[in-house]
């Protein structure tokens, strides 16, 4: 049976580009991993799969990754710290693992992140620092980047860039919204394995990588791709947000909160609760605030009316009211729900589809409070 390719460029370069760094750097290799070429100078958004080596807070992962707190809270669906302050001083257990989210930019054609930097501290060796990053960077690499031989050794205080690995593909993954995951392959685990952990095909993972054969040893890094939720063609004023599913995203100056179910793909968007001096987030001519979803019921149907995120600049946060009325009898929902959208587009997308599921489900349940299902 044909399988239709990506959009994103084949396998074999990334092979051949692969082999050729091999001769042009140091002959020691610790993992083979997947190098994007690129020619687009903006960034887009990766993903880390951080293996903790040792118990660890937040606030020193956030450090390490020179992050903040609430990116890795919201990458990984955790409680909103202001609902469970504990969270921020948590400590994590050994061997947990984390999403770390990691811009990942173009650099001399390929993809690759070389903003993070590490200040050596004492008894750190290479290796040390290696492993304190979860082997998504090798020993090697961090000498070769750093221009350090390998009779030499670090100093207290030395500051040290660290490449890590990053992929984005358009952020597409067979024409479906994808953040794209650098995953350190662990013993015992296989492309199957990691494949069904993620929602992913073997197949998937070998055109992704660039791989000849099902076969990957400990230490590999792939890029595995995540369903994503995304904004486009929602409408929204001069944003474009990506959020990988099982996560949510802080935007509009951290004053907005959208999140991607971790099994629906629909990206719902509410007030942070985070910033302090978040304003606009009420909808013109009504009670409703961003995420408000209000439901009258009448004799013949029910009245919807929802206050729907539209996107933001500088400060300025952008809403929009969507109303639906809903009459008794079955077909009439998505025809009103478009309706409600036309303002958006004349045809209804998927990603609208998803975007006003919320409501329909509302609508649903007004319909079922009339027995008429």
């Known amino acids: 049976m044909l399988r239709k390719m990506k959009t994103q460029m084949p396998p074999l370069p990334l092979l051949l580009l692969a082999t050729i760094l091999l001769f042009i750097l140091p002959a020691v290799t610790y993992a083979k991993s997947v190098i994007e070429p690129c020619s687009s100078s903006e960034s887009c958004t990766s993903l880390l799969a951080y293996l903790l080596p040792w118990e660890s807070k937040l606030s020193e992962i956030a450090s390490l990754f020179q992050t903040d707190i609430f990116t890795i809270i919201s990458s990984n669906f955790m409680h909103d710290p202001f609902t469970n302050p504990s969270l921020v001083d948590q400590i994590l ?43 998504l960077v090798s020993p090697q690499q961090i000498r070769t980047i750093n221009g350090i031989n390998n009779n030499e050794g670090v100093m207290t205080g030395q500051s040290l860039v660290i490449p890590l690995p990053c992929a984005c593909f358009n952020s597409s993954n067979n024409g479906v919204t994808a953040v794209y995951m650098s995953y350190v392959v662990r013993k015992g685990e296989s492309l199957s394995s990691i494949g069904a952990r993620y929602g992913t095909t073997v197949m998937d993972l070998e055109e992704v990588n660039g791989l000849g054969q099902a076969v990957v040893d400990p230490g590999d890094i792939l890029a ?9 063609n929602l409408g929204w004023y001069n944003e474009s947000l990506i959020v990988s599913n099982g996560s949510y995203a802080l935007t509009a100056n951290t004053c907005i909160k959208c999140g991607c179910g971790p099994s629906d793909l629909k990206l719902r968007c509410v007030p942070s609760g985070i910033a302090a001096s978040c304003s606009h987030l009420q909808c013109k001519g009504s009670d409703l605030f961003i995420g408000d979803v209000y439901e009258n019921q009448t004799t013949v149907g029910c009245n919807v009316t929802a206050c729907v995120y539209r996107g933001h600049s500088g400060r300025k946060i952008f809403k929009r009211i969507l109303r639906c009325k809903q009459q008794l009898g079955f077909g009439i929902i998505w025809r009103s729900l478009e309706t409600c959208y036309s303002g958006f587009s004349l045809s209804r997308t998927r990603s609208q589809t998803l975007y006003y599921s919320s409501v329909l489900k509302v609508v649903i349940s007004c319909r079922r409070a009339h027995h008429d299902c």
Do not use: F
Request: hydrophobic share 35%.
């Open 224 to 232: 595995v791709p995540i369903p994503a939720c995304s904004s486009a």
């Open 93 to 135: 257990p050994a061997k947990s693992l984390m999403k770390i989210p990691l811009s990942c930019p173009c650099i001399d054609g390929i993809r690759r992140s070389v903003s993070t930097a590490y200040m050596v501290r004492a008894a750190d060796t290479i290796n040390s620092i290696s492993e304190g990053y979860g082997r």
